[in-house]
């Protein structure tokens, strides 16, 4: 109609060309046919023209002429025309402007001339007529208006009735119920009909009413009464009024439509002979009335349900009951038909879907297909209409079917030939049925294998021209399933077959769209209709029946039940089931054991379920403490384990699921997937493995899967078949591996934040295992060329990924595997060589093939200079081998097979089990047998491959441009401590590494330093682990420590192992080393004191981390010495120490901190029970003992000892003193935690009793204690006579003086050399000072001043040929000079100071600022010390047996704790003296040679002169130990040597100056 308003233009130049447009217009107008809408264009372009006159914009003559003109075109214009003026009489008429209604009637006036007045009289209002003069008054035409409809529609004829014969009506009924087989048509019949009317004067209204009758008697005569009826009609609304009367009369109660007249109403609709409008209102109820009652039901339902749910009372029942009946008692009057619903079903049958569709609008959803007979009747009309396409795409083979007769109509709809016919009617009329389509289910399963028809043909068709067509019928089957297949399956009752077809078509659908249908059916299906509000009901009740009585002994039963119960309603089962699960986490064994009657739907919908619980967005999935996981969802990831493994399960939703939680930064889910690998894979992740399962772990597959786990995980072939299958369909392996391994930082840094600190190490301990163990997985389960496919190479996965290097090499080590095996296997296969050197040849050829690149991408890895000292062939070859690769658990398959053997000889000797069964059980485990045989033999050849490829490599590993110690550093920093806390095995393995680089005798590699750097600094390293890495790192001390051990435990062994390897070199030269010389070899005596200190670094360590009352550090450090307990402790004094300490904490922690309280009790218990194993100090380490001896006790002992120096009563012996003030010293820091030196860069003991390797090149972190440090002591030299010589002299003028008192506080003071928890032992410690001060005072005076020039002579002879590492000299930059100036002057001088060869320096570092700088240079204690202190371990032990009483005891410690604040400030002051004093004296006790007394001229003249040589050349003084020993009665026939060797030593000492100096 828009495009018929007339242009302004045509107005504005009406008489130009306006005039000629319209004409032309309604010329096109009247010529076009177009259904009658031609009329209406006409009317709305002569509307458009007449409102112009009356609003005036033309001018009334011009347009009356062209309305003249335009009657000429059709012969009923006049009538149209008419119907102009009378819509706009009407609006004129209610206009205010008089003006418009003026010109409105001058218009019609103008008209007149061409328009008859009988048609204006017809249809314009009475005032109009009568202002145009067409009437003289209105009124009294109004008046004859109402007289004359009175006269022909009120007033009654009654001719008729006196004329009408009942012989008529008998005549017309016997003419309408002939036979009609014959050639009687519907055309004779009316012309008898019309005759008789004529002849009998019959009403036509009553005639067709009979018509009607006969039709509904005779209602099979469809096509014979139509056409009758056609014929004889002139008016559809009469016929309405006969139907609708014929309702009417069946509207009563207890009344029943004939289905008949239903049938003769939709008859008449189909064929178009009345309106649907128009019988529609003479049917009762009324639409309103029937929603009324769709609420009723609605309400009633969820009133059901509700009762249900609720428990309720025994007075609430009986009310019930009553209600109850009088609900009955009502019904029992029953309501007249729903003749709407009758009209309906009637319809339907005759397929006349068109109006049946109609109908159905009116009513709520689903209200009308809730009655059975309507569902069912549009089941039929739907079975007719896909009959065609179902026999051709969706019948099964073999499958015959139901044929279908069509429907005769031709007017119902059209049957379908293709997938796209069906969204013609078919899909709507499914829409219609919804739920209901549960009364049909062969239908059901036609509609099912349908839709498996087309997803098939989707999957198959990829052209582009049909992919819209195809994506919106894929749509449609989308809609049907959530809104009529699901719905109906919860309404069938208990029926596996349609449950298991409806699998066939979703396992069609990607699981996204099926989660999603699942989705719906869950939680909007169910509130939609009121039948299923009462199964949602019922379905609860009933599992919670099944739930309450399942338990493990009636799993099969309560199985049964809860497979039928899920057939129909499976989301709401699992619903309640999970709900359960995750309240009672012991229901999960019976609940997997009971759903083996599942369908495939059920799985499938189960595992939705899950992933829904599991991302429950009202869960807290943390405990309410903060610190640990939700028990709701441990639970839940177990069932997902257990669930997975047992059954076949889709996996993509719940990987996809985890993984999205990754992204999203939740580590929370990965316990999940932790389970599911565990289970279906059988691979166990475990820090609580035994040393028999990790021995099994690092042989082969078979030998891990045997013995390497705690449960005998069987059958995992096909569940870790499929969970590879799922990951690789699903492009899902590597984004969860590097997901992973980039939210272990998240969960620190990212997550973390907020979090519980426990919570955190926790989750980083979860998200790591769970990254090891799916690892392992791939490794173990993928194909080389998937492997490879997916892994990118190290340098990729690093700087591009941002993946950690530890979990980058854990990727790609089983990639460098495959690919090094390959290799190998083509090189075999290229050239046929047998001898087994040929074989490792190829095979060190094929390393080097794989490996190159690798070396090549491990550069962009790290800075620069890191590759200065180690080669990326050394660091790639350590982080690429696996403990598979270094050595064969031959104890472990050895394990397994006897196993195996013994279970064979089981098998044969029980008589209750078959014959046939003993015959497979005995092949099983013989082929097992073999098999493990055969894979150790696999593997030993491996290993000799491998250990040859090593051997040949070595000689380039470490290039130590800097310093041994500086590459040590980078060893332990890049590789051995990132890995060994990486798995257990990786612990055990870099142990295992660190021994076979030592034992290939690789160049450049010093062992005792890596050992000594191990042990020397563990808090830092413990501190900062989380609890499993804490196991880790315990086990891998305990393996280094093993080592350690096997060489401390016998001379033979450490003969064999360590002499004359590079590990135990304590020198080396710039150009190279020569392991030849005995002066550079460790000997074994020495090597115990290292040992010995190495214990007593670990004691203090772990006494600091007890005492600091920090969660982390207390948990931490009881796990590694649970760990480590096999290896230590072994000297009696440090067990007790520790156990003191433990105690301590068992007392602190018991109501405080339940599980470090449980940690201690545990592992106190574990530490008595080896105390049986413990030795006293002096059988750990042997102490010679010469003829006098002037170490301090404090020094002697390790952190468990309390006992005093001995001092001599030799008032002339300086050397007494000066290590009683060292005594105090050191005991003054060891309280003190321990220095960050300690574990930055720590201390290192030499060889053969050399002082420790001393580092040139330290770490940046010490650079800043150094400075602190210097800037200390030269505020405290600053005084007066502050030179190394003055200080000197001054110290020993003082101690001269002070000697006996000194004695005395010396002994006191030597207990703070022990860790606080065991001050209580200060008793035994006391006596054995007291003991020293016997032997003194009997003739034994001690001379160390004297042994330390004896000492000072051998180094002086080395100086020409080598320069020697000395740990306990300082360097010699001046005081002044900055750190880093140091540091650059010790690149330079390589190692410059000389050192003594059979000598060993245990120097352990205290807090002291004093002493910051010589604990950056390394030093250490004399082998003296630790001698002194086994010494002093042997008198406690005597004394022990006297027994003091405590509270003698007390009161000395209370004495001597108020003397060590008198006397601290002037021993700090000391101490610096007694550095500079000794500046050039051997850091360690002498070899046996040089043990025996100088003269004490000699001595003086010696001192002087070093003394002064130190003054000159501005030299910073040395701090070391003196080591004075005391001798023991077994000593006395060596005193001869000792003084012969004693002579030569004092000419080597001289020499050692010159050299020094030089270097200074």
Same mark, same amino acid.
């Given at each position: 109609?828009?495009?018929?308003?007339?242009?302004?233009?045509?107005?504005?130049?009406?008489?130009?060309?306006?005039?000629?447009?319209?004409?032309?217009?309604?010329?096109?107008?009247?010529?076009?046919?177009?259904?009658?809408?031609?009329?209406?264009?006409?009317?709305?372009?002569?509307?458009?023209?007449?409102?112009?006159?009356?609003?005036?914009?033309?001018?009334?003559?011009?347009?009356?002429? /062209?309305?003249?003109?335009?009657?000429?075109?059709?012969?009923?214009?006049?009538?149209?025309?008419?119907?102009?003026?009378?819509?706009?009489?009407?609006?004129?008429?209610?206009?205010?402007?008089?003006?418009?209604?003026?010109?409105?009637?001058?218009?019609?006036?103008?008209?007149?001339?061409?328009?008859?007045?009988?048609?204006?009289?017809?249809?314009?209002?009475?005032?109009?007529?009568?202002?145009?003069?067409?009437?003289?008054?209105?009124?009294?035409?109004?008046?004859?208006?109402?007289?004359?409809?009175?006269?022909?529609?009120?007033?009654?004829?009654?001719?008729?009735?006196?004329?009408?014969?009942?012989?008529?009506?008998?005549?017309?009924?016997?003419?309408?119920?002939?036979?009609?087989?014959?050639?009687?048509?519907?055309?004779?019949?009316?012309?008898?009909?019309?005759?008789?009317?004529?002849?009998?004067?019959?009403?036509?209204?009553?005639?067709?009413?009979?018509?009607?009758?006969?039709?509904?008697?005779?209602?099979?005569?469809?096509?014979?009464?139509?056409?009758?009826?056609?014929?004889?009609?002139?008016?559809?609304?009469?016929?309405?009024?006969?139907?609708?009367?014929?309702?009417?009369?069946?509207?009563?109660?207890?009344?029943?439509?004939?289905?008949?007249?239903?049938?003769?109403?939709?008859?008449?609709?189909?064929?178009?002979?009345?309106?649907?409008?128009?019988?529609?209102?003479?049917?009762?109820?009324?639409?309103?009335?029937?929603?009324?009652?769709?609420?009723?039901?609605?309400?009633?339902?969820?009133?059901?349900?509700?009762?249900?749910?609720?428990?309720?009372?025994?007075?609430?029942?009986?009310?019930?009951?009553?209600?109850?009946?009088?609900?009955?008692?009502?019904?029992?009057?029953?309501?007249?038909?729903?003749?709407?619903?009758?009209?309906?079903?009637?319809?339907?049958?005759?397929?006349?879907?068109?109006?049946?569709?109609?109908?159905?609008?009116?009513?709520?959803?689903?209200?009308?297909?809730?009655?059975?007979?309507?569902?069912?009747?549009?089941?039929?009309?739907?079975?007719?209409?896909?009959?065609?396409?179902?026999?051709?795409?969706?019948?099964?083979?073999?499958?015959?079917?139901?044929?279908?007769?069509?429907?005769?109509?031709?007017?119902?709809?059209?049957?379908?030939?293709?997938?796209?016919?069906?969204?013609?009617?078919?899909?709507?009329?499914?829409?219609?049925?919804?739920?209901?389509?549960?009364?049909?289910?062969?239908?059901?399963?036609?509609?099912?294998?349908?839709?498996?028809?087309?997803?098939?043909?989707?999957?198959?068709?990829?052209?582009?021209?049909?992919?819209?067509?195809?994506?919106?019928?894929?749509?449609?089957?989308?809609?049907?399933?959530?809104?009529?297949?699901?719905?109906?399956?919860?309404?069938?009752?208990?029926?596996?077959?349609?449950?298991?077809?409806?699998?066939?078509?979703?396992?069609?659908?990607?699981?996204?769209?099926?989660?999603?249908?699942?989705?719906?059916?869950?939680?909007?299906?169910?509130?939609?209709?009121?039948?299923?509000?009462?199964?949602?009901?019922?379905?609860?009740?009933?599992?919670?029946?099944?739930?309450?009585?399942?338990?493990?002994?009636?799993?099969?039963?309560?199985?049964?039940?809860?497979?039928?119960?899920?057939?129909?309603?499976? +989301?709401?089962?699992?619903?309640?089931?999970?709900?359960?699960?995750?309240?009672?986490?012991?229901?999960?064994?019976?609940?997997?054991?009971?759903?083996?009657?599942?369908?495939?739907?059920?799985?499938?919908?189960?595992?939705?379920?899950?992933?829904?619980?599991?991302?429950?967005?009202?869960?807290?999935?943390?405990?309410?403490?903060?610190?640990?996981?939700?028990?709701?969802?441990?639970?839940?990831?177990?069932?997902?384990?257990?669930?997975?493994?047992?059954?076949?399960?889709?996996?993509?939703?719940?990987?996809?699921?985890?993984?999205?939680?990754?992204?999203?930064?939740?580590?929370?889910?990965?316990?999940?997937?932790?389970?599911?690998?565990?289970?279906?894979?059988?691979?166990?992740?475990?820090?609580?493995?035994?040393?028999?399962?990790?021995?099994?772990?690092?042989?082969?597959?078979?030998?891990?899967?045997?013995?390497?786990?705690?449960?005998?995980?069987?059958?995992?072939?096909?569940?870790?078949?499929?969970?590879?299958?799922?990951?690789?369909?699903?492009?899902?392996?590597?984004?969860?591996?590097?997901?992973?391994?980039?939210?272990?930082?998240?969960?620190?840094?990212?997550?973390?934040?907020?979090?519980?600190?426990?919570?955190?190490?926790?989750?980083?301990?979860?998200?790591?295992?769970?990254?090891?163990?799916?690892?392992?997985?791939?490794?173990?389960?993928?194909?080389?060329?998937?492997?490879?496919?997916?892994?990118?190479?190290?340098?990729?996965?690093?700087?591009?990924?941002?993946?950690?290097?530890?979990?980058?090499?854990?990727?790609?080590?089983?990639?460098?595997?495959?690919?090094?095996?390959?290799?190998?296997?083509?090189?075999?296969?290229?050239?046929?060589? $047998?001898?087994?050197?040929?074989?490792?040849?190829?095979?060190?050829?094929?390393?080097?093939?794989?490996?190159?690149?690798?070396?090549?991408? /491990?550069?962009?890895?790290?800075?620069?200079?890191?590759?200065?000292?180690?080669?990326?062939?050394?660091?790639?070859?350590?982080?690429?081998?696996?403990?598979?690769?270094?050595?064969?658990?031959?104890?472990?398959?050895?394990?397994?097979?006897?196993?195996?053997?013994?279970?064979?000889?089981?098998?044969?000797?029980?008589?209750?089990?078959?014959?046939?069964?003993?015959?497979?059980?005995?092949?099983?485990?013989?082929?097992?047998?073999?098999?493990?045989?055969?894979?150790?033999?696999?593997?030993?050849?491996?290993?000799?491959?491998?250990?040859?490829?090593?051997?040949?490599?070595?000689?380039?590993?470490?290039?130590?441009?800097?310093?041994?110690?500086?590459?040590?550093?980078?060893?332990?920093?890049?590789?051995?401590?990132?890995?060994?806390?990486?798995?257990?095995?990786?612990? /055990?393995?870099?142990?295992?590494?660190?021994?076979? /680089?030592?034992?290939?005798?690789?160049?450049?590699?010093?062992?005792?330093?890596?050992?000594?750097?191990?042990?020397?600094?563990?808090?830092? +390293?413990?501190?900062?682990?989380?609890?499993?890495?804490?196991?880790?790192?315990?086990?891998?001390?305990?393996?280094?420590?093993?080592?350690? +051990?096997?060489?401390?435990?016998?001379?033979?062994?450490?003969?064999?192992?360590?002499?004359?390897?590079?590990?135990?070199?304590?020198?080396?030269?710039?150009?190279?080393?020569?392991?030849?010389?005995?002066?550079?070899?460790?000997?074994?005596?020495?090597?115990?004191?290292?040992?010995?200190?190495?214990?007593?670094?670990?004691?203090?360590?772990?006494?600091?981390?007890?005492?600091?009352?920090?969660?982390?550090?207390?948990?931490?450090?009881?796990?590694?010495?649970?760990?480590?307990?096999?290896?230590?402790?072994?000297?009696?004094?440090?067990?007790?120490?520790?156990?003191?300490?433990?105690?301590?904490?068992?007392?602190?922690?018991?109501?405080?901190?339940?599980?470090?309280?449980?940690?201690?009790?545990?592992?106190?218990?574990?530490?008595?029970?080896?105390?049986?194993?413990?030795?006293?100090?002096?059988?750990?380490?042997?102490?010679?003992?010469?003829?006098?001896?002037?170490?301090?006790?404090?020094?002697? $002992?390790?952190?468990?000892?309390?006992?005093?120096?001995?001092?001599?009563?030799?008032?002339?012996?300086?050397?007494?003193?000066?290590?009683?003030?060292?005594?105090?010293?050191?005991?003054?820091?060891?309280?003190?935690?321990?220095?960050?030196?300690?574990?930055?860069?720590?201390?290192?003991?030499?060889?053969?009793?050399?002082?420790?390797?001393?580092?040139?090149?330290?770490?940046?972190?010490?650079?800043?204690?150094?400075?602190?440090?210097?800037?200390?002591?030269?505020?405290?030299?600053?005084?007066?006579?502050?030179?190394?010589?003055?200080?000197?002299?001054?110290?020993?003028?003082?101690?001269?003086?002070?000697?006996?008192?000194?004695?005395?506080?010396?002994?006191?003071?030597?207990?703070?050399?022990?860790?606080?928890?065991?001050?209580?032992?200060?008793?035994?410690?006391?006596?054995?000072?007291?003991?020293?001060?016997?032997?003194?005072?009997?003739?034994?005076?001690?001379?160390?001043?004297?042994?330390?020039?004896?000492? *000072?002579?051998?180094?002086?002879?080395?100086?020409?040929?080598?320069?020697?590492?000395?740990?306990?000299?300082?360097?010699?930059?001046?005081?002044?000079?900055?750190?880093?100036?140091?540091?650059?002057?010790?690149?330079?001088?390589?190692?410059?100071?000389?050192?003594?060869?059979?000598?060993?320096?245990?120097?352990?570092?205290?807090?002291?600022?004093?002493?910051?700088?010589?604990?950056?240079?390394?030093?250490?204690?004399?082998?003296?010390?630790? *001698?002194?202190?086994?010494?002093?371990?042997?008198?406690?032990?005597?004394?022990?047996?006297?027994?003091?009483?405590?509270?003698?005891?007390?009161?000395?410690?209370?004495?001597?704790?108020?003397?060590?604040?008198?006397?601290?400030?002037?021993?700090?002051?000391?101490?610096?003296?007694?550095?500079?004093?000794?500046?050039?004296?051997?850091?360690?006790?002498?070899?046996?040679?040089?043990?025996?007394?100088?003269?004490?001229?000699?001595?003086?003249?010696?001192?002087?002169?070093?003394?002064?040589?130190?003054?000159?050349?501005?030299?910073?003084?040395?701090?070391?130990?003196?080591?004075?020993?005391?001798?023991?009665?077994?000593?006395?026939?060596?005193?001869?040597?000792?003084?012969?060797?004693?002579?030569?030593?004092?000419?080597?000492?001289?020499?050692?100056?010159?050299?020094?100096?030089?270097?200074?």
């Amino acid at each position: 109609m828009a495009k018929l308003i007339l242009p302004g233009e045509w107005i504005k130049n009406w008489e130009k060309s306006g005039k000629h447009e319209f004409v032309q217009l309604c010329k096109n107008l009247t010529e076009k046919t177009d259904h009658g809408n031609e009329l209406r264009d006409i009317q709305a372009a002569l509307y458009e023209l007449c409102w112009q006159v009356v609003l005036g914009s033309l001018k009334l003559d011009l347009v009356a002429s /062209v309305l003249g003109d335009m009657m000429e075109l059709r012969d009923d214009m006049p009538s149209i025309l008419a119907d102009v003026f009378s819509i706009l009489d009407l609006e004129t008429g209610a206009l205010e402007e008089k003006n418009k209604r003026d010109h409105y009637t001058q218009l019609v006036g103008a008209c007149l001339f061409f328009v008859p007045e009988a048609i204006l009289k017809e249809r314009l209002d009475p005032e109009t007529l009568e202002s145009l003069g067409l009437i003289k008054q209105a009124h009294q035409f109004n008046q004859k208006i109402v007289k004359i409809k009175t006269k022909l529609f009120y007033k009654q004829q009654k001719f008729n009735l006196l004329r009408e014969e009942n012989e008529g009506y008998a005549k017309l009924i016997t003419e309408l119920g002939q036979d009609l087989s014959g050639n009687i048509t519907s055309h004779l019949v009316l012309e008898s009909i019309k005759s008789l009317i004529g002849c009998f004067n019959l009403d036509p209204n009553r005639v067709l009413d009979i018509i009607l009758e006969v039709y509904e008697s005779r209602s099979d005569q469809d096509e014979f009464f139509l056409s009758l009826i056609k014929s004889y009609m002139c008016e559809p609304l009469t016929l309405c009024h006969i139907l609708g009367f014929k309702f009417k009369f069946y509207q009563e109660p207890n009344e029943e439509t004939p289905k008949s007249l239903y049938h003769i109403a939709a008859a008449l609709l189909h064929h178009n002979l009345i309106e649907l409008e128009d019988l529609y209102v003479h049917l009762m109820p009324l639409d309103a009335a029937i929603v009324e009652e769709h609420k009723r039901d609605i309400s009633e339902a969820k009133q059901i349900a509700r009762k249900l749910v609720m428990v309720v009372l025994p007075s609430e029942k009986s009310e019930d009951k009553e209600k109850d009946k009088e609900k009955e008692e009502e019904k029992n009057e029953k309501p007249p038909d729903n003749q709407k619903l009758g009209l309906l079903e009637a319809l339907l049958r005759i397929g006349d879907w068109h109006h049946a569709q109609s109908i159905m609008d009116q009513m709520p959803s689903f209200y009308a297909t809730s009655h059975k007979a309507i569902a069912l009747a549009l089941c039929q009309l739907v079975h007719l209409t896909v009959e065609p396409l179902y026999r051709r795409a969706g019948l099964p083979k073999g499958a015959r079917g139901c044929v279908m007769h069509p429907l005769r109509n031709k007017r119902a709809p059209r049957p379908t030939e293709s997938f796209e016919d069906l969204r013609r009617d078919t899909f709507s009329m499914l829409g219609y049925l919804g739920p209901h389509l549960s009364h049909d289910p062969i239908l059901f399963a036609k509609v099912v294998r349908l839709g498996k028809a087309f997803m098939k043909e989707h999957q198959s068709d990829g052209r582009a021209d049909v992919k819209d067509k195809m994506d919106t019928l894929l749509s449609c089957f989308l809609s049907v399933a959530d809104q009529v297949l699901l719905p109906s399956l919860s309404l069938m009752e208990c029926n596996a077959c349609m449950s298991e077809e409806v699998w066939g078509l979703f396992k069609l659908f990607p699981y996204q769209h099926r989660y999603r249908l699942y989705g719906q059916w869950k939680n909007e299906t169910y509130s939609s209709h009121p039948l299923l509000v009462k199964v949602k009901a019922q379905t609860v009740e009933r599992a919670k029946y099944i739930m309450k009585r399942l338990t493990k002994e009636n799993v099969k039963q309560s199985g049964r039940q809860i497979g039928k119960l899920s057939h129909s309603n499976p +989301t709401i089962l699992f619903d309640y089931m999970l709900s359960q699960i995750q309240w009672y986490d012991n229901l999960i064994v019976p609940v997997v054991d009971s759903l083996k009657y599942l369908t495939s739907l059920n799985y499938d919908v189960l595992a939705y379920c899950i992933i829904e619980a599991l991302a429950n967005p009202e869960k807290e999935k943390m405990k309410h403490d903060d610190t640990t996981i939700s028990s709701w969802l441990q639970s839940l990831a177990s069932l997902c384990g257990a669930v997975f493994r047992k059954y076949p399960i889709e996996l993509a939703g719940l990987l996809q699921y985890v993984t999205n939680q990754l992204k999203a930064g939740k580590s929370f889910d990965l316990l999940i997937l932790k389970e599911v690998v565990q289970k279906m894979a059988g691979i166990e992740i475990t820090d609580e493995m035994t040393s028999e399962q990790l021995e099994a772990m690092t042989g082969g597959e078979q030998l891990k899967a045997e013995g390497g786990y705690f449960g005998q995980i069987r059958n995992t072939k096909k569940s870790s078949q499929r969970l590879k299958d799922v990951l690789l369909d699903h492009e899902l392996a590597l984004p969860l591996c590097l997901l992973m391994a980039q939210q272990r930082n998240g969960v620190v840094f990212l997550e973390g934040g907020e979090k519980h600190l426990k919570l955190v190490g926790h989750l980083y301990d979860q998200c790591h295992d769970t990254l090891v163990q799916f690892g392992g997985f791939l490794a173990s389960n993928l194909s080389t060329e998937d492997y490879i496919k997916r892994v990118p190479s190290i340098d990729i996965l690093c700087n591009q990924f941002h993946t950690p290097h530890d979990a980058a090499f854990f990727l790609s080590r089983p990639m460098y595997a495959h690919q090094i095996l390959s290799k190998y296997d083509e090189l075999k296969k290229a050239e046929k060589g $047998n001898r087994q050197q040929q074989k490792v040849h190829k095979y060190v050829a094929a390393c080097e093939q794989v490996m190159t690149p690798v070396h090549e991408a /491990v550069v962009s890895l790290h800075p620069a200079r890191v590759w200065d000292d180690l080669r990326p062939q050394f660091y790639a070859t350590f982080w690429s081998l696996t403990m598979y690769d270094l050595a064969v658990p031959h104890a472990a398959y050895e394990r397994e097979v006897n196993k195996l053997k013994a279970q064979i000889k089981a098998i044969e000797e029980n008589p209750e089990i078959p014959l046939n069964k003993k015959k497979k059980e005995k092949e099983r485990c013989t082929a097992l047998q073999e098999k493990l045989q055969e894979e150790e033999k696999k593997q030993l050849e491996h290993v000799q491959r491998v250990l040859h490829r090593l051997k040949l490599e070595k000689d380039n590993w470490l290039l130590a441009k800097s310093t041994k110690n500086e590459t040590i550093t980078k060893f332990l920093q890049l590789c051995l401590f990132p890995r060994c806390i990486f798995s257990s095995i990786d612990a /055990v393995y870099c142990a295992r590494f660190v021994e076979l /680089v030592h034992q290939q005798k690789t160049p450049n590699f010093c062992t005792l330093l890596c050992y000594d750097r191990v042990f020397s600094a563990i808090i830092y +390293t413990v501190a900062s682990c989380t609890e499993n890495e804490s196991h880790r790192y315990g086990r891998f001390l305990c393996c280094m420590l093993e080592t350690v +051990t096997r060489w401390h435990s016998d001379r033979a062994i450490y003969e064999k192992e360590c002499v004359n390897y590079p590990g135990f070199l304590t020198i080396f030269r710039a150009t190279g080393f020569d392991g030849g010389n005995k002066a550079d070899q460790l000997d074994y005596e020495n090597f115990r004191h290292v040992v010995h200190k190495w214990h007593y670094m670990l004691t203090k360590a772990s006494v600091h981390c007890l005492e600091t009352g920090d969660y982390t550090h207390i948990r931490n450090i009881l796990i590694v010495l649970t760990k480590i307990l096999p290896c230590y402790p072994k000297v009696l004094n440090l067990g007790q120490a520790l156990e003191c300490r433990v105690h301590k904490i068992c007392l602190e922690e018991k109501d405080k901190r339940p599980d470090l309280y449980a940690l201690a009790m545990g592992y106190s218990g574990r530490l008595k029970s080896q105390k049986v194993h413990m030795v006293p100090e002096n059988e750990f380490h042997h102490k010679e003992q010469p003829a006098r001896s002037a170490t301090p006790a404090s020094q002697q $002992n390790g952190p468990g000892s309390t006992g005093k120096p001995a001092t001599s009563t030799n008032k002339t012996d300086e050397g007494t003193s000066e290590d009683g003030d060292r005594g105090k010293d050191k005991s003054q820091g060891t309280t003190k935690p321990v220095n960050k030196a300690n574990s930055a860069a720590a201390k290192v003991t030499t060889s053969n009793g050399n002082g420790a390797l001393n580092s040139t090149k330290a770490a940046k972190e010490r650079d800043d204690k150094e400075k602190s440090g210097k800037e200390k002591k030269e505020k405290k030299e600053k005084t007066p006579g502050s030179t190394p010589e003055t200080k000197a002299e001054n110290r020993r003028e003082k101690q001269r003086d002070e000697r006996a008192g000194k004695e005395e506080r010396a002994a006191r003071e030597g207990k703070e050399k022990t860790p606080k928890a065991d001050r209580e032992k200060v008793k035994a410690e006391e006596k054995s000072s007291k003991d020293d001060k016997a032997k003194a005072g009997n003739g034994e005076p001690v001379e160390p001043s004297r042994e330390r020039d004896a000492i *000072k002579e051998p180094k002086s002879k080395e100086k020409g040929d080598r320069s020697v590492v000395a740990g306990s000299l300082k360097s010699p930059v001046p005081r002044s000079e900055s750190a880093e100036s140091e540091r650059d002057h010790k690149r330079r001088k390589l190692d410059s100071h000389s050192s003594p060869s059979h000598s060993s320096s245990v120097k352990d570092n205290s807090n002291e600022p004093k002493e910051s700088t010589s604990k950056h240079h390394l030093n250490y204690n004399s082998v003296a010390r630790s *001698k002194s202190r086994e010494r002093e371990m042997e008198k406690k032990d005597s004394d022990n047996t006297q027994g003091r009483s405590k509270e003698k005891k007390e009161e000395k410690e209370r004495k001597d704790r108020k003397r060590d604040h008198a006397v601290n400030d002037r021993e700090a002051s000391q101490e610096s003296k007694r550095k500079k004093d000794e500046n050039g004296t051997n850091s360690s006790k002498n070899s046996p040679s040089s043990d025996s007394p100088l003269s004490a001229e000699k001595e003086k003249s010696k001192r002087s002169k070093s003394s002064s040589k130190e003054k000159a050349e501005s030299v910073k003084p040395e701090r070391t130990s003196s080591g004075g020993k005391k001798e023991s009665r077994h000593d006395k026939e060596k005193s001869e040597k000792k003084e012969k060797r004693d002579s030569s030593g004092g000419k080597e000492e001289k020499k050692h100056h010159k050299s020094s100096d030089k270097h200074r």
